[in-house]
């Protein structure tokens, strides 16, 4: 019997150390659809303080600012990401598909014998 295999990539960005992946790329997104770092973790089911850690840990790691905060006031305050945050994100996301894509590729090519054939 043949089995459905595929390939799972998860791409890690190091300098000395992980500095970027797919958690803080999420968290980012999260922050970006919800204007709000604690809304963005609770949507992750990841406590604040993790967050707010994992997003200072990858901003001193990077060397520059990941989110802008905005006080509390009569609209109350919530996050967003900076311009070089966005383009990070952007840039992560378009490598992980091109790095998928290609991984596909190779997979079909090298686990041919051991993939379900095609039925016309």
Known sequence: ????????????VYNDEKCFGPGIA?????????????AAAQGM???YSKAWTTVRSC???LGFQLLVY??????GGGASLTPRA?????AYRAYCQALREQADRLFQAHFAPFLPEDTP
């Open 86 to 90: 966005r383009a990070l994100l952007d």
């Open 26 to 38: 999420e968290l980012l997104e999260g922050v970006e659809a919800r204007r709000s770092l604690r």
């Open 70 to 75: 905005t006080t509390g006031g009569r609209n």
């Open 59 to 61: 901003e001193a790691a």
């Open 45 to 47: 089911h990841m406590a």
């Open 1 to 12: 019997m043949k089995q459905n295999l595929h390939p799972i990539l998860s791409i890690r």
